[in-house]
């Protein structure tokens, strides 16, 4: 099976922009995480999402926000960006059988 | 809601030495899982280890050993005659119902 994944790579913005990162699941899986990682925050769990509906939100604001299609792929938006948003954003999914999360390579972000 | 703990920041070793990577968690559940996560380089985390609070054996893959103590609520990772591949950060982790909660990371260090 083909793994996560995620487009673009890399990305740059600027202040006050928004951003919309794609997440591709494994085939069959349904839920679908999205985590930001900074090198003060660590890795923070942003939503999750199973069958086109949010389950989870992690304690982020409300400039972060997230959908997912039928076919389980993901999109996550960030409006009005702002400088600490400069992260490495990555994608998990799973089958609705198992705790295991896959991760894909992940989108890094900078914001100037 | 878990917490999980990694108290090692950093730890450098040298090619074939054995090192272990400390995991405590806290839960007031009484099933739960543990995980244990590679972050080479390259950003993508790689899925190393699920573990149920009911299976207390330890158990190995390779060069790869866990040891799983509900008594002190730990979670350990010993790498058996370490490589230089084995350079990364290590994540030990815990979900809550379908939230991930990472520790914040052992960065290893393996030198030729």
């Known amino acids: 099976k083909a793994g996560v994944t995620q487009t673009p790579r890399y990305l740059i913005k600027t202040r006050g922009q928004q951003v919309t990162l794609s997440c591709s699941p494994i085939?069959?899986?349904?839920?679908v995480s999205w985590y930001q990682q900074t090198p003060g925050q660590g890795l923070q769990f942003l939503f999750e999402?199973?069958?086109?509906?949010?389950?989870n939100k992690g304690n982020f604001p409300g400039r972060f926000s997230g959908r997912q299609f039928s076919n389980s792929r993901s999109e996550m938006n960030v409006s009005t960006l702002e400088l600490g948003d400069s992260a490495l954003y990555l994608c998990a999914t799973r089958d609705s059988s198992s705790y295991e999360q896959y991760f894909g390579p992940g989108t890094r972000l900078t914001v100037t | 809601a878990q917490k999980v703990t990694q108290a090692q920041t950093e730890i450098s070793v040298v090619e074939k030495e054995d090192v272990t990577l400390d995991c405590v968690y806290e839960?007031?559940?009484?099933?739960?899982?543990l995980f244990w996560y590679k972050q080479p380089p390259s950003g993508e985390l790689v899925f190393l280890i699920r573990r149920n609070s009911f299976d207390e054996q330890n158990e190995i893959s390779g060069r790869y050993s866990w040891n799983f103590q509900k008594s002190t609520s730990s979670f350990n990772f010993t790498i058996t005659a370490s490589q230089v591949v084995d350079s990364a950060v290590y994540f030990c982790?815990?979900?809550?119902?379908?939230?991930?909660?990472f520790g914040s990371g052992t960065k290893l260090n393996v030198k030729p």
């Open positions: 839960t007031r559940d009484t099933t739960y899982y």
């Open positions: 999402y199973f069958s086109e509906t949010q389950r």
């Open positions: 085939s069959g899986h349904r839920s």
């Open positions: 982790a815990a979900p809550d119902f379908n939230k991930f909660y």
